[in-house]
């Protein structure tokens, strides 16, 4: 069964602007993973939140952490033309990625 | 270059054949995973392994057999029992206990005529 649940789906933004996406998951985890995806290629690993850990920034990625919520966020901040692709959140130890947003930025 | 390959990019069979999709990583990782990705999704797990020799079934293990003689390999086999074997595979392989972020090769997609 799929853990993480991202939302919205699908985001559409201009450049410049931040973009947000949401993960809920069910059980119990050791750390939360956010991961890109270009259409039609692999997955590539953005940043890793330990479970008592409630927020982490590398470069204009910002993510929370709610345990007691069982929730995460990613922000991307001033976003870019190429931050277009699918974002995903992966919970561990249970290794289940959720269903993904697909995110739109247009120049 | 270190990383993690599958081949081929692009593979195609007729129904009731069985197809193998390699994976290899020179990374010297102790786990490897399979996942499939069908269009829009995200990704499910069919088969991960810890380390040579052992083997775990994932949610989707059905129709799907795979192997791990050597640490940097684990070929996937899609058997005729899988029933919608066209999808998107994916392998990832993680170092272990010191971390858990898993690499991903480029993925093989399988198209079943």
């Known amino acids: 069964s799929q853990q993480g649940e991202e939302d919205p789906q699908a985001l559409s933004i201009q450049e410049g602007e931040n973009a947000t996406m949401n993960c809920s998951y069910k059980?119990?985890?050791?750390?939360l993973q956010w991961y890109r995806q270009n259409s039609g290629r692999g997955l590539v690993h953005l940043i890793l939140?330990?479970?008592?850990?409630r927020e982490k920034h590398s470069g204009r990625l910002r993510v929370t952490l709610d345990t007691s919520k069982k929730s995460s966020s990613l922000l991307i901040t001033a976003s870019r033309a190429a931050d277009t692709a699918s974002y995903f959140c992966?919970?561990?130890?249970?290794?289940?990625f959720g269903a993904g947003t697909r995110l739109t930025v247009k120049p | 270059d270190g990383g993690i390959t599958q081949s081929p990019k692009y593979l195609f069979r007729k129904e009731g054949q069985n197809v193998t999709l390699s994976c290899e990583q020179n990374?010297?990782?102790?786990?490897m995973y399979w996942y499939r990705q069908d269009p829009g999704q995200g990704l499910r797990l069919i088969y991960y392994s810890q380390i040579v020799n052992d083997f775990q079934k994932g949610d989707i293990a059905e129709g799907y057999s795979v192997s791990r003689e050597k640490k940097e390999s684990f070929p996937l086999t899609v058997t005729s029992a899988q029933k919608n074997p066209t999808a998107f595979y994916l392998c990832?392989?993680?170092?272990?206990?010191?971390?858990?972020?898993?690499?991903f090769g480029p993925g093989t997609r399988l198209t079943v005529l």
């Open positions: 990374l010297n990782h102790d786990a």
């Open positions: 990832a392989s993680r170092m272990g206990k010191l971390t858990d972020t898993q690499y």
């Open positions: 992966a919970t561990y130890p249970n290794m289940r």
């Open positions: 939140i330990r479970s008592n850990e």
């Open positions: 059980t119990s985890i050791n750390n």
